[in-house]
Structure formats: C-alpha cells, structure tokens
C-alpha cells in the first residue's frame, strides 16, 4: 500500500521558514517526480514545486521562486520543502504527490497518482 505522510507543518511568523517532511513508502519511487502543492480555503490546488527522485532536478512556481526549496534522501524515501521568508499569502495546507510526471505537466495535480493527507501551514502577519 502506498503512503505519503506529510509532517513538520505549523504556525510561523511572516519572514520566518519552516521545513516539510513527506515521507514515502509501499513502491519505488525512483521514476517518479515528487511534487508539493498547496491549497488555501475557497481556492484551487495550486502547483508549488517539484522534484525528480532519480535526478534531483527541481521546478518551481514562480510565486515560490527564490523562497522554497525542495530536496530529497534517497536513504530514508524522504522529500522535503524547506521553506524560507515565508508570507501570509503562504498560509495553505500543503501535499505531497508522486506520479510518474514530466515536463510542463509537472504543474498540473490530475497527473500525480499517490497524495498524502496535508499538513496546515498558517503564517501570520
């Protein structure tokens, strides 16, 4: 069975950081791309970043660029997103996906096959 569980979530000021955890297991991951999206209340899932697990290439949203940082240990099938100078704007739960993924379709949540559950991330001003 496939499981991504997200952690490290919580309420941070603006312009401090704050670093996600999502865990993977139950399939190999390798050809996958691992992606962080969020969604805020009333609004759409919104495309955040993302990351290849055999190649550690990364992709960002342009409203993230410069701020978040996604990396990734291949020994413990463990994604991160750190996340730095954070804004209120940011305020969101935040998921993690995989789903064999490329390209610019990368943005999109339809192509990702597995989520996790989110994790709340509320900054305040």
């Known amino acids: 069975q496939v499981q991504l569980v997200e952690s490290g979530g919580g309420l941070v000021q603006a312009g401090g950081s704050l670093r996600l955890s999502c865990s993977a297991s139950?399939?190999?991951?390798?050809?996958?791309?691992m992606a962080w999206f969020r969604q805020a209340p009333g609004k759409e899932r919104e495309f955040v970043a993302t990351i290849s697990w055999s190649t550690g290439s990364t992709y960002y949203a342009d409203s993230v660029k410069g701020r978040f940082t996604p990396s990734r240990d291949n020994a413990k099938n463990t994604v991160y997103l750190q996340m730095d100078s954070l804004k209120p704007e940011d305020t969101a739960v935040y998921y993690c996906?995989?789903?064999?993924?490329?390209?610019?379709?990368?943005?999109?949540?339809?192509?990702?096959?597995?989520w996790g559950q989110g994790t709340q991330v509320t900054v305040s001003s």
């Open positions: 996906a995989a789903g064999p993924v490329a390209g610019y379709s990368r943005s999109y949540p339809s192509r990702y096959d597995y």
């Open positions: 139950g399939r190999t991951f390798s050809r996958y791309t």
